[in-house]
């Protein structure tokens, strides 16, 4: 088994074992639609509306699995002399940061399934088998800036202050890019604001895969430069720590 595999066998098995650590991250997604999906009967009832609902409410609990397990999730190895200690090993920092990813990437991919669940037992949303294939895969590539902009808080500050942080980005940033609400009742200034926040690109992307409309070029672009900076963001912050830490 690689070293990759190892750590995120691990690191999995850490985390289910304080059952509220999982729960959170499966639950959350599953409450909000609850709370403005399946409770507002005008959205679902409608076909289109609760399958553009269900979309939005994937791509945030992908976004919320990704930036709460890297960003906690990393700050809080970094607290642990265990660690360190791993740190020293042969295999070297990037089998346990690729554990890291991979365990947030099951953990993204299983908080879908209650979302899923929910949209087909309790709402009019409809896609074809293909369509969520598609979706599926679009989720995960749009999550890719969010798991950087993790791996960055993560890197750069202590487990309590990398939690509130956490809160204060995710939950603004997914209610001003439409994943709350959909951009349409939106005021004037907030549309705007919206079009260019990394949220709002990854909602059109997976609405584009989830209806058959294909990307947007201008949320494609968004996007990448998004991810490029976020990444960017993470790549400084993860060799800042090495550089302190162990050189």
């Known amino acids: 088994m690689s070293a990759v595999l190892l750590y995120t066998r691990y690191q999995f098995r850490e985390t289910v074992r304080i059952p509220m650590a999982a729960l959170g991250t499966l639950a959350f997604p599953t409450l909000f639609m609850l709370l403005f999906v399946v409770s507002n009967r005008s959205v ?40 360190s200690y791993l740190r020293t090993l042969p295999t070297g920092p990037m089998a346990q940061l690729g554990g890291r ?13 209650p979302v899923g669940l929910t949209a087909v037992l309790f709402t009019a949303a409809e ?8 979706t599926v895969f679009a ?40 994943l709350f609400l959909p951009p349409s009742v939106f ?5 705007r604001i919206s079009t260019v926040l990394p949220t709002r690109a990854a909602r059109e992307l997976v609405l584009g895969a989830l209806t ?26 993860f060799r800042r720590d090495e550089g302190r830490r162990f050189r």
């Open 44 to 83: 679902s009832a409608n076909a289109a509306a609760a399958t553009e609902a269900a979309g939005q409410m994937s791509m945030f609990a992908v976004i919320s699995a990704f930036v709460f397990n890297l960003g906690a999730g990393v700050a809080e190895d970094r607290a642990k002399a265990w660690h």
């Open 101 to 113: 990813l991979c365990n947030a990437l099951c953990f993204a991919l299983l908080s879908l399934i």
């Open 127 to 134: 896609a074809s088998v293909i369509e969520v294939g598609t």
């Open 139 to 178: 989720l995960v590539l749009a999550g890719v800036p969010f798991a950087f902009l993790g791996l960055a808080v993560g890197y750069s500050m202590p487990l309590k202050a990398a939690i509130p942080t956490v809160q204060l980005i995710l939950f603004p940033l997914a209610f001003a890019g439409g």
């Open 187 to 191: 005021p004037d200034w907030l549309d």
């Open 212 to 237: 058959g409309g294909g990307p947007p070029l201008t949320a494609l672009a968004v996007a990448v430069g998004w991810t490029a900076a976020l990444g960017a963001l993470a790549v400084f912050t």
